[in-house]
């Protein structure tokens, strides 16, 4: 039932200890949410799982079904169902969105069969995240407004269809109605055999997601976890009564 279990988890960005003793574990059919002040090691955590190689592991484990994963190449990662939506996408000029999604799906859309499912499926999802079509034809993420490009990177895990999202700081710089339609997109992503690690600071798009845990990260190590209502608390009393708990 364990998607992803971090034990005691130590890393290092440019010779600087970030995340210090980080567990975390997350099942299936769960979503959770990680908020926290600026520079906590929100972002470090999200670019750790995704082996970014400015992130160094000093010590711990990282396991993904079962598996330790600590030595796998960001590619082998994302093989095993791992997704990262990063807090700021980058643009790629010469690839469109559509030849990039075929490109990272094309283990299955071969063949007739394959294409038709693959053009209906990203027809539907661009309709419910209210993408227009011309999108798909354009260069990826290149003059996308930051609304777009986080709509594009909700469209690139749709998909892909996961095992685990991790979306950071997915709804920083939208607006109520893109918050409303990224939160609409994760909620259709979800199912009992996949989950989400959701990483921000705004409790908007969270309204509509129900979060099963909210955990509070102070300097690199989870202070307290709780239900919505912790989210609720720190909208109205900010982050200071956390860091007396570290
Ligand atoms: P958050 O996402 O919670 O705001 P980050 O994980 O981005 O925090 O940053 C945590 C700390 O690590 C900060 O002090 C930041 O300056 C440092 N840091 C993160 N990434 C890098 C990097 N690539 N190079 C140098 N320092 C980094
Ligand atoms: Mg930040
Ligand atoms: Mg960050």
Do not use: C
Not at 4 to 11: A, D, K, P
Not at 36 to 46: E, H, I, M, R
Not at 139 to 161: A, D, H, P, R, T
């Amino acid at each position: 039932n364990n998607i992803l279990n971090i034990v005691n988890l130590n890393t290092e960005v440019e010779g600087k200890d970030i995340l210090k003793g980080f567990n975390l574990k997350i099942n299936k059919g769960e979503v959770h949410v990680i908020m926290g002040p600026n520079g906590a090691g929100k972002s470090t955590l999200a670019n750790t799982l995704m082996a970014n190689s400015r992130y160094t592991v000093k010590s711990g484990d990282i396991e993904f079904e079962g598996e330790n994963i600590n030595n796998l190449k960001t590619h082998e990662r994302a093989k095993k169902g791992l997704f990262l939506s990063f807090q700021h996408p980058e643009e790629v000029s010469g690839i469109t969105v559509e030849n990039f999604l075929k490109t990272v799906k094309s283990s299955e859309a071969t063949g007739m069969m394959g294409f038709m499912k693959f053009s209906a499926d990203l027809n539907k999802y661009m309709d419910e995240l209210k993408m227009d079509k011309s999108y798909a034809k354009r260069y990826l993420n290149v003059g996308f407004s930051g609304g777009e490009k986080k709509k594009n990177e909700i469209l690139q895990m749709l998909m892909i269809n996961p095992k685990l999202a991790i979306l950071d700081e997915t709804d920083s710089g939208l607006d109520v109605d893109a918050i409303r339609v990224v939160s609409k997109g994760i909620n259709m992503f979800l199912k009992d055999d996949n989950a989400v690690l959701i990483i921000t600071h705004n409790t908007k798009i969270l309204e509509n997601l129900k979060p099963d845990y909210i955990h509070v990260l102070i300097d690199g190590r989870i202070v307290k976890t709780g239900d919505y209502s912790l989210a609720k608390e720190i909208e109205e009393n900010g982050y200071e009564s956390f860091k007396k708990l570290l």
